[in-house]
């Protein structure tokens, strides 16, 4: 039985993220930090189905066309097997918050008590949570994936929208 649980989990799953970044951006080390964080942990667990009945596993590049996000799910070979774009307009006010609540808790790090750093970490899950739920909303009509990838997933898509 173990076999075959093993199967299914391969099989919806992504393997590998390919993010389509600007070269000419420059990440702070706290940013590149979540987006090493937040690859690593995705690959290592994540359920990813598409619903056209394509199965992995997965390999998933990201990015921005223009004002839309992109998902281009591959399989393993590099052959397509869907692509999936929503607008950014849709997640935009989200990320916004996000990251000035991100910086907040960087800050506050450094000479916050520990209440207060609690109080806006409590805030920048809660966001983060929002953004994460977003995103399966927007999609789950055609994948289908967990909480935690999609939390993942919002990390990644938020490092996508720096632009310096």
Do not use: W
Request: include cysteine; charge should be negative.
């Amino acid at each position: 039985m173990a076999e075959a649980d093993d199967s299914f989990h391969e099989r919806h799953r992504i393997v590998n993220v390919c993010l389509e970044e600007p070269e000419h951006i420059r990440l702070s080390p706290q940013v590149e930090h979540e987006r090493h964080a937040a690859l690593f942990d995705l690959i290592e667990d994540n359920h990813f189905k598409l619903h056209n009945g394509s199965e992995g596993p997965y390999v998933l590049h990201l990015g921005m066309e223009g004002e839309r996000l992109s998902l281009d799910v591959r399989d393993v070979l590099d052959q397509p097997l869907d692509h999936l774009t929503i607008p950014l307009r849709a997640l935009r006010r989200i990320i916004k918050d996000y990251f000035l609540v991100l910086d907040s808790y960087f800050k506050s790090i450094k000479t916050a008590a520990p209440s207060r750093i609690e109080a806006i970490d409590m805030g920048r899950r809660g966001l983060h949570d929002d953004g994460a739920e977003l995103l399966r909303s927007r999609f789950a009509d055609r994948v289908d994936m967990d909480k935690n990838t999609a939390r993942r997933l919002f990390t990644l898509i938020c490092v996508l929208h720096i632009r310096k």
